[in-house]
């Protein structure tokens, strides 16, 4: 039988991969708020590089309880910001045979949502993928599209193996890692320096970072201390991750970080779910983190005077 | 007999103190750029919490040669800023007996011009203001106006002298100190933090940067790390000046920094003068200063950035 599915969530990550798993066959209901109006009445149309798709959720609701099935997985694919609490959010449909599958950005973002359900399986995913929503009920597929998954906080499942198949079956290139906290830290050696830099430079797109000394000095700098944290934290990297991440960003086309989207659309920004709690765990571990704490000091002051815009 | 003046630069600090000179009797002569026409044909109308004022130079040149007289002071009041070569400037009127005033913002700014001169008297002065010019011929003069002047390395001079009283007869309070180096260090104090966090937090003013707990906690992390520097080089500053910046930062009407002024207007930032000097003297004495360095990348891409707008 096809898996219930309730989405959380149906901004540009969430979309997308909503449709593609509807696309596989799974039974997709969506949780909505600003766009609840627009995504009921016309269903959300995904232009993508690869084919243009319609994605018709099985039901559209404003809260949880709305949805008369138990859901086999809830993805949770809203920013993480400190506003959401997510618990609270999807609590009422929380069976036991639930998993929750939080598809977010951030390091030790897992944690609230493992202790408010213990007895549930927590599936950890990363999306890599160049994607927006434009307009509400429109998201545009510009390129990427992969997706890396794994059990919290390691491991796997038969039921991770099924959603993989799903994502897979949806034309989404998937896999499963069971060490997916590493697979986390990983990302963040980009995340940290590259999102942050190119909202304080100004709006500087990954080009002009790339082509500046002292924007990847800092961006070094920065890495060092991400790599130093994952390690005291028990998932190491090896040295060579620094300049393989910088050489990426030398080699890509010119694209505006998500961190970048959001400022310039006076979104609230995922100021804590990367830098915040990357700076929380060097205080836990006792870690000089000055450049990580720099970002973070003048990312704050931007988050709160973009949000009072 | 009075002094013989050639001021170089009259945008707001230039102008400004150069009035007051000419209200107290001095023979100032101006070299403009810019402004050459509009000054020539207008002088500069100097609106002052004060009392207005017009200054009218006694020449107003674009190019030093062009003065027939040889100068007692050449006081450079230009911004401090790679592409503006000061011993090339002024050299042709550097006679024996000119003293060289340095009006400008900075550290470690002198080096050029004692090594470029090393016969001539060389003055550093440090202006403690509330001006801007916002147009050609114009000074708008807010609030303070104190001058603080001394030999450079250190000491003072009869000429030293002169040059205070004149500019106490032209109604600026005005403090000779024989150690000025250690006077720009304290200066710095309050402008490596504020002037960059300024611009980089999407342009904040003084309260909103004294009513941000992560702007101040950076802030402070960069005070620590200029006092460290100003005592490796031989001008320590008691611990307890931190607090007094920050309290004053706190008790301030609040103002915009004359970084994010010229930040918002598209001039080019002093970037070198506060924040690269100061870390090219971290890595002379080989001191560890990340925050500053943090500051410093960010801000030399939105200088690069914002001159090419």
Redesign the interface.
Known sequence: MNPQILLVGTGAVGGYYGARLSQAGARVSALCRSDYDLVKKNGIAIRSVSGDYHFTPEKVVRAVDECRSEPDYIIVATKVLPEINIPDTIRKKVFPKTSIVLLQNGIDIEEPVASAFPENELISAIAFISVSRPEYGLIEHRDYGSIRLGRYPSGSSEKIELLAGLFRKGGVPCEIDSDIVTARWRKLMWNAPFNP?SV?????DTR??AE?A??L??AR?VMEEIRTLAEKSGHPLPPSIIDGVIESALSMTPSKTSMLQDYELKRPMEVEAILGNAVRIARRYDVHV??L??????L???D???RKV
């Open positions: 830099i304080l430079a100004g709006g500087a002009e970072m500046s002292p924007a000095m800092l700098k000055p450049h704490d720099s970002l973070y000091g003048l704050s002051l931007v709160k005077k973009n």
